[in-house]
């Protein structure tokens, strides 16, 4: 079973920048599928930022240009670095495995984009 722990949420005015963590343990790193997901008050969870099946990293067109997915298969973390932060952006984000047919999800890390 993949167990996930997101950090580096936090308070940040507009325009600022944040960066997540997601380190994984219980898998083989490198197999793992990840993603950003996020999930503002009264909203649908969506999705920020994915690795996929055939190498590529799919974006949200709401951060484009703004956010980049990466990861560290030596520290088997993956990485959300936002930048150009809106208010828009606030929401709980989560970090989201898929591992041999299974979907994992992180508790979250709340981020707060003020105006």
């Known amino acids: 079973q993949v167990h996930l722990v997101e950090s580096g949420g936090g308070l940040v005015q507009a325009g600022g920048s944040l960066r997540l963590s997601c380190a994984a343990s219980?898998?083989?790193?490198?197999?793992?599928?990840l993603g950003w997901y996020r999930q503002a008050p009264g909203k649908e969870r969506e999705l920020v930022a994915t690795?996929?099946?055939?190498?590529?990293?799919i974006y949200a067109d709401s951060v484009k240009g703004r956010f980049t997915l990466s990861r560290d298969n030596a520290k088997n973390t993956v990485y959300l670095q936002m930048n150009s932060l809106k208010p828009e952006d606030t929401a709980i984000y989560y970090c989201?495995?898929?591992?041999?047919?299974?979907?994992?999800w992180g508790q979250g890390t709340q981020v707060t984009v003020s105006s």
């Open positions: 690795d996929t099946s055939g190498g590529k990293t």
């Open positions: 989201k495995s898929r591992y041999l047919g299974s979907e994992y």
């Open positions: 219980g898998s083989i790193f490198v197999l793992n599928l």
